[in-house]
């Protein structure tokens, strides 16, 4: 949703979307980055999630989280190899002795285990089989690889042998094994389990049976990973267990089998030990933690000493050795950037040469304000620069880093020297725009601030929106409006709300009615200079609950004094519009649904229901997913409402898709005010209009009303003391969620509630009790559609208490079904994977197995493992009678399909679906993707 073309999204409410309201700084033509903002998010590399030492320390790899892997020489700092986006997991493994990588690749036939060789670059492929295969590690001195693989369905740990290439099992059992860490320099393997119910740490030898270590998450909390590390010399396992608080930091002595608990005193993550030196590395709130390893308890800050860079924080310490040197290596810059430490008491060095990298550490360390480590970094990337362009992008920023120094006539150089570039592609306008910006907002020359804005827009061909707004209050020639103005901008870019806020009320009081004031007041509450803010948990600013409601009286004044007087907008004002659009949004935040109504009818007044985008406030309030339960129950309020309703069905008369929206809009509204006869006439409609076209978007829709519908009855005749009515709406409702097999979180909550209600009315009276307690933690699924996390584990929790009653034995394959449900919704893949293959085990119906084998496949799609989602696909063919629905997810097994190499299989399957498939968008589907397949390129 762009913030310029609809009303504001909840997440951004109190930020006013303005097309004017790109700052003065405009984007820079050639592909430059912001002038005075740090690299945007989706131009920095993504955070590093495994750093490693090649045995000999020559090399260092880096991977992260959008699988590329970059290897350093440590010597030379310099990039030896890249391999962008192909990596899968979390870690890559150096075979001792060599400079060798196993890794988890995809060349087209799944995903398998390579090796790669650093010095020539030549790949070879490990394994063979169509599951997915990831996670490796080197025992043996680099003779057998160990990996996790998903042949039986779940995760088990297998060993290669890479004399004879043949794998076996390891460790292999019906729960999950994963997350092996290999002991250095021995043949021990340290993995997480969930052979004890709960996620435990073990160990396993070749030769001997494997032994449990520790238990975690005594408290239900269902801990998906855990920090674990073996020391340099492999003789100490380090673990953390967060479950508790504090964090419990545990070394078991792998030789002495003893377990010690070294600290509980501090919030610790990532331990890195070098007991031979006596340094103990970790994590922190604090940062990067070293500390004097004596192999006994520590409790304090005593011995302990916090590692920065030049004053930027440090994370994920990663020990290696070479010769007798040791090596730390570290992420910076919120943990996009490797750095190399050469010793542990030595200075750190960035890695690479990557010029997106050295920006981004150059803005980081202008927004600490060490300005001198910034331009250090600029003046070395200068030497680097391969063209003009980038020499005046960096020029660019090195005058950003001197604006926020406070050092404006050094900034003005600087973009001088731009100007000066005869071979840069930078469009003089935009540089002229970068000035006049500095000289009106710091400097304070209004003069030569209007002077070398004007010549900007001038030069432009493309348009300056920010430098004409700036302008148009500067020809004002009023002192006062034009002091409020720079001064609501100064306060903003020293991020004084407060103030900012004040200075824009007073501007916007000046001359409320004047368009170029609106323009102006709504592109500084959209916050021109968000960009430069790099923590994006504070990069809204005004979107703060004390702000909200002083923002809304800026707008309610601005709207008032268009309505009247000669400032009056003509019908279908876009400005005008898009003010109340703004407006709209913030009462409906503030709960201001008088107001919010009143503005709603105005602008179906003046442009029609594009004037407040109701198609877009429709779509986010028929989705759960886009907004809270109390902006959703206000939504309704205001669209629903007797007032906006028919002035609404009155616009939406010739627009099916709008009017179907609508009536479902109704539906909801009335369903959440307990009036499901209501909500059933609305249905009618809805469905009514529906057969006008067809989406699948409003078919999943409409089967979710329907079950709510069922719901609501089953709750009137509970009331009414009809069991036997309840009952079989309920049963109903539950039946109609099995038959959409359903893989969101609103219609996978709506099947747990009517289940837990059929199962009230048929559980012995013990059984009932705990189930109303569950149903308490939940909470009403269509009344709090987006259950977080912790809400998820905890009915997790409780439905796993139940299930071990004795009276819970006949609930046990439907409560393990929801558990697994939950659980993945929650991230916890491998509990979840646990709990639906057990659900299976017990046998349930039909109806229960088909949605088990649904969330195997989605689970197994969610995991990239590509012949359980296939394998899963076949299972639930074996189950399903209806045409529509086999033809669904025969549709859905093609992908899978063509990721193992099956493509001769995926086109016939194709073929067959195009020409006869039961429903014609099914039809329509295959026939796309068969074209797009004959128009590809060949593989390798």
Request: with cysteine; aromatic share 6%.
């Amino acid at each position: 949703m762009s913030p310029n073309s609809r009303p504001l999204s909840p997440a951004r409410a109190g930020t006013i979307p303005s097309p004017k309201g790109v700052a003065l700084f405009a984007i820079l033509v050639a592909g430059l980055c912001y002038a005075v903002a740090p690299i945007a998010a989706d131009e920095v590399s993504s955070e590093i999630v495994h750093l490693e030492f090649s045995s000999d320390g020559r090399f260092l790899a880096s991977l992260d989280s959008d699988g590329t892997l970059s290897v350093f020489h440590t010597r030379s700092r310099k990039t030896a190899l890249l391999l962008t986006n192909r990596i899968r997991g979390e870690n890559v493994a150096w075979r001792p002795g060599t400079h060798e990588l196993a890794l988890a690749l995809d060349r087209g036939q799944g995903w398998d285990i390579w090796l790669l060789d650093v010095d020539t670059e030549k790949e070879e492929r490990l394994t063979r089989h169509p599951a997915l295969d990831a996670s490796p590690q080197w025992i043996d001195g680099g003779d057998t690889l160990v990996f996790v693989t998903y042949r039986s369905g779940s995760a088990d740990l297998f060993q290669m042998n890479m004399t004879d290439r043949v794998a076996v099992p390891l460790v292999e059992k019906e729960y999950d094994q994963w997350q092996p860490l290999a002991q250095p320099g021995g043949n021990a393997v340290a993995y997480l389990s969930l052979e004890t119910e709960r996620v435990s740490l073990w160990i396993c030898d070749p030769d001997q049976p494997p032994f449990r270590i520790a238990d975690f998450d005594p408290l239900g909390r269902f801990l998906e990973s855990v920090d674990f590390a073996w020391d340099r010399q492999g003789k100490s396992l380090l673990y953390v267990d967060d479950a508790s608080n504090p964090n419990r930091l545990h070394a078991f002595d792998f030789g002495e089998r003893r377990d010690r608990l070294l600290s509980e005193s501090a919030e610790i993550r990532r331990p890195a030990l070098d007991e031979k030196r006596g340094r103990l590395f970790y994590d922190s709130p604090e940062g990067l933690i070293r500390h004097r390893w004596k192999g006994r308890p520590f409790q304090g800050r005593s011995g302990r000493e916090i590692l920065t860079f030049d004053g930027l924080a440090l994370s994920r310490p990663t020990l290696g050795c070479q010769g007798r040197r040791p090596l730390l290596a570290v992420t910076l810059a919120q943990g996009r950037i490797a750095a190399l430490g050469r010793a542990p008491d030595g200075p750190f060095f960035p890695l690479g040469e990557n010029m997106t990298d050295r920006m981004l550490l150059a803005e980081e360390w202008s927004d600490i304000g060490r300005l001198g480590s910034a331009l250090r970094i600029y003046r070395d990337s200068m030497k680097l620069a391969s063209d003009a362009d980038e020499i005046a992008a960096i020029h660019v920023r090195r005058a950003a880093a001197f604006r926020k120094a406070g050092r404006y006539d050094d900034a003005l150089e600087e973009l001088r020297q731009v100007a000066k570039s005869t071979e840069a592609t930078i469009a003089p306008g935009e540089i002229l725009a970068l000035q006049g910006e500095i000289l009106l907002f710091e400097v304070g020359d209004t003069a030569l601030a209007s002077a070398t804005l004007g010549a900007a827009i001038r030069e432009s061909t493309d348009g300056l929106p920010a430098a004409e707004e700036a302008l148009a209050i500067l020809e004002t020639g009023k002192p006062s409006l034009i002091e409020s103005y720079v001064e609501a901008h100064r306060a903003l870019r020293r991020d004084d709300i407060e103030a900012c806020l004040d200075a824009a009320r007073t501007f916007a009081q000046e001359e409320p009615a004047s368009p170029r004031v609106r323009d102006a007041v709504l592109s500084l509450l959209n916050d021109p200079y968000r960009d430069e803010i790099l923590n994006p948990e504070e990069a809204e600013r005004f979107d703060r609950r004390k702000y909200r409601e002083r923002i809304a009286e800026i707008l309610i004044l601005l709207d008032r004094a268009a309505q009247t007087g000669a400032g009056s907008p003509s019908v279908g004002d876009p400005e005008i519009d898009r003010l109340r659009e703004s407006l709209l949004q913030i009462l409906l935040d503030t709960r201001r649904l008088a107001e919010a109504r009143a503005v709603a009818l105005r602008l179906l007044a003046s442009k029609g229901p594009d004037a407040f985008a109701a198609k877009d406030f429709l779509d986010r309030y028929l989705d759960p997913e886009g907004h809270t339960r109390i902006e959703h129950a206000l939504l309704a309020k205001v669209l629903a409402s007797p007032e906006v309703a028919p002035a609404l069905e009155e616009r939406f008369q010739d627009d099916t898709v709008a009017r179907t929206m609508l009536s479902l809009a109704h539906t909801k509204s009335a369903l959440l005010e307990g009036d499901f006869e209501s909500s059933r006439r609305s249905l009618d409609k809805a469905l009514a209009s529906f057969e006008d076209f067809y989406s699948e978007e409003f078919r999943s829709e409409i089967a979710d009303l329907q079950v709510y519908l069922y719901l609501f009855e089953a709750k009137y005749y509970e009331g009414q003391s009809l069991w036997d009515a309840a009952a079989k709406s309920y049963l109903h409702a539950l039946a109609l969620a099995h038959r959409h097999v359903p893989d969101r979180t609103k219609l996978c909550l709506d099947l747990d509630l009517a289940l837990s209600e059929v199962t009230l009315k048929l559980a012995p009276d013990d059984a009932r009790k705990r189930m109303q307690a569950i149903l308490r933690g939940m909470g009403d699924p269509l009344l709090n559609p987006t259950i977080d996390d912790e809400q998820l584990l905890t009915v997790a929790r409780n439905l796993r208490q139940l299930a071990t009653q004795p009276d819970g034995a006949m609930l046990e394959p439907f409560l393990l079904f929801h558990m697994g449900a939950g659980l993945m919704q929650a991230g916890r893949f491998h509990q979840a994977a646990r709990c639906l293959d057990q659900s299976l085990a017990l046998d349930p119906p039909p109806a229960l197995r088909a949605a088990v084998h649904w969330y195997r496949a989605s689970l197994a799609h969610i995991t990239g493992d590509v012949w359980g989602e296939y394998q899963a696909c076949q299972d639930l063919l074996k189950i399903v009678r209806e045409p529509f629905l086999e033809d669904a997810i025969r549709m859905r097994s093609v992908e899978p399909l063509l990721s193992l190499g099956m493509e001769d299989q995926a086109r016939a399957l194709l073929v067959e679906l195009s020409e006869s498939a039961a429903l014609a968008p099914v039809r329509e589907s295959a026939a796309r993707r068969l074209e797009e397949l004959s128009h590809a390129a060949p593989s390798d």
